[in-house]
DNA sequence: GATGAATGAGGATTCATTCAT
DNA sequence: AATGAATGAATCCTCATTCAT
């Protein structure tokens, strides 16, 4: 951050910054998988360093305790959902097409890597006392993007004469259960048509349209 | 040996019957309210048997061991939801209106007994290799009362030409989606204007009618 | 004890003693097997109860403590010892008979009652405290008897010129030792030929006598 | 994932070889003095870990639990039982005397390691499922040795006409008798004159030789 | 007298974390 | 920097004993 740190001459041994990355991503990985199969409680650091091939001094190193480390796991994860969701919702398509890609690449996120659904239940039973849950926190950065595209969705008229923000919630409330329940249930979603019935449901409801 | 050991020997103090009922019953929304408050691991059982108000000897007379005592609550929890939803929507409503009534009567049940929500995830963290959520066996056996009213106004043209299973596991969907979101955004909900708006969205979806 | 007890008039429902009497001897019966079985610390009270066919709680009445009972029963095993080797050595017999046929029912008596040999090292294990142990207590009371006839024989130069306390305590020691080995390497001893080796080798010791 | 997976990293803290036998060495012994003086129940594994100078901990990484600790520690006192045995009637001696310094080593290692009767006592009481007590395992194996020293005075006429097996197993119960009898009355035994007494009755016996 | 419901003291074991090497 | 040996806090459950009925 201080600009001063950039005037120091590299001096003595330089600490192999590329190994250091690796070795945190490593256990970064080690770890997601580990709380991801057996849970918080059950997952001993010692195998997570097993798993990482370093000791478990150096898990430490990285991460001053275990708690951070699922921390960092989980936050990791929510990064990439971020992430793969930008990347898919945000090319310039039409506002309607960016809900149906971003709703889409939710679900297949999670169904592409189930330890998330994992580390998100996790968080939320062993760190319950954070003020805020890391997916809700990213989820709230976001929602402003949203809201845009939502706004402009009514003013256009394609939504219905509805408050956006409950709008929004009803979005979140649908991907978000049905994250959890494909996940519970050992479903496979709607793999292979992609969700398309989810999309087209929180569209159009379950009734038929009275003109149709 | 003698001939009296056919001769059961009951002379003792009588089991009151009627006490042990209600210890049975206070150990068990002790267990609920703590379990919901501090989560399993930090719940002692010792703790229980204090607000339960009895030694800790007697909890483990009415319920075999920690474990045994926190899928009693979850059961317990499970046939409330089950008899509120039922309840509510049982009686010869018409079918759409049975289903409206059902949706409602669920979040509202989690609205009223938050602690509840906190055990349903309880169970899955910590009981995760049982072959079933106690919450998926309680889904799975109304699931048929629900298929047959879905399938009524299926075949009345009410609902749009989908799958029923869709259908009735994107209304799954939403309500699970709904009661976490809620729970753990701390909002409350739709409290007062019914979840009106849920059903809603449920029934209309987002988008304006092409018709209207 | 005192005279006076037996001036009472019996006043009032006389305690039914044969009942009594039974009562406590299926408890001592049933703990003496139990005990035997699985130990000390491995026997509850309540098993005990289940099997003498009473409630826990007449079992403390009879006696005070699972302590107590297991002293008790013990108590009751080496009284049936004695009275076993007394029944048959205490007969006019010559001397040196006397001693083959004490040794005889001694070893005798532990394999019909294997149970009393467990309750031996129970005691020792758990009652270490003990000034002196059941068994040694027994073992005292019957030694001054035992000593007037190794001294009859020592005097008639039946037995050899050593120390009689020497030789008396060489008899228990290989009594005392037969019955372990025989019990704990669960063989059957000499059931049958009646253990007159032992006497034999007692008496006369592996060597050939010199003037043999 | 990484080619360095198969490069062993042990780079950290080097075990203390010497260190680590010397810990493992008087953990042994705290738990022998412990468990003969107080018995297997009263005895805390925190007092071990007191008396050893570690930390509980400490001991679980050297023997997994209690009664791994208590079986170890039996097992080096039947090691160093033999040792004491061997190293005295092995050297080469005429077989007779073999016989007569075995007995007599046998009963001094008792009465020099008293805590190891204690240890024999309480196996047979706490680990009494175990197909066989490691003092009889011990035993069993040195038996082959013995019988030919037995096998050689037989032929030679120097012990009576008798199944050696049946001598072999007389002079066992002799001397466990007598280590029991000696250590349980607190008798201080033959100390000075070494045993020499029982070596004569086993001789013997406690008969007059009728040629005498 | 008899019973068994209620009680709570007591202990082995695990595992996150530290720090000497 | 890396390691893993050492540590000890923390907790469920059993079962002898009491005493209300």
Redesign the pocket.
């Known amino acids: 951050m201080s600009t001063t740190e950039k005037v120091r001459r590299p001096v003595g041994r330089p600490?192999n910054q590329e190994l250091q990355q690796r070795?945190r991503t490593e256990i970064l990985s080690a770890a997601t998988n580990l709380f991801a199969e057996r849970g918080y409680i059950e997952?001993?650091?010692?195998d997570i360093a097993d798993r990482a091939g370093?000791?478990?001094?150096?898990v430490?190193?990285y991460y001053p305790?275990?708690?951070e480390l699922f921390l960092a796991a989980s936050r990791h994860g929510m990064d990439m959902l971020n992430k793969a969701v930008e990347t898919a919702a945000c090319p310039a398509e039409r506002p309607l097409d960016r809900i149906a890609t971003g709703v889409r690449a939710y679900l297949e996120f999670f169904e592409a890597n189930p330890n998330l659904v994992e580390l998100l239940i996790l968080e939320r039973v062993h760190f319950r006392e954070r003020t805020k849950s890391i997916y809700f926190e990213h989820f709230d950065e976001n929602l402003i993007r949203w809201q845009s595209t939502f706004e402009e969705l009514a003013r256009e008229g394609v939504l219905r004469d509805l408050p956006v923000e409950r709008m929004i919630e009803f979005v979140s409330e649908v991907v978000y259960g049905a994250m959890f329940t494909t996940h519970f249930s050992g479903r496979r979603g709607d793999l292979g048509i992609g969700h398309d019935n989810i999309v087209d449901l929180i569209f159009r409801g379950i009734l038929r349209c009275p003109g149709t």
């Not at 370093?54 to 150096?58: F, M, P």
Request: hydrophobic share 10%; net charge positive.
């Open positions: 600490p070795r997952s001993e650091v010692q370093v000791g478990k001094g150096t430490y190193r305790s275990k708690d």
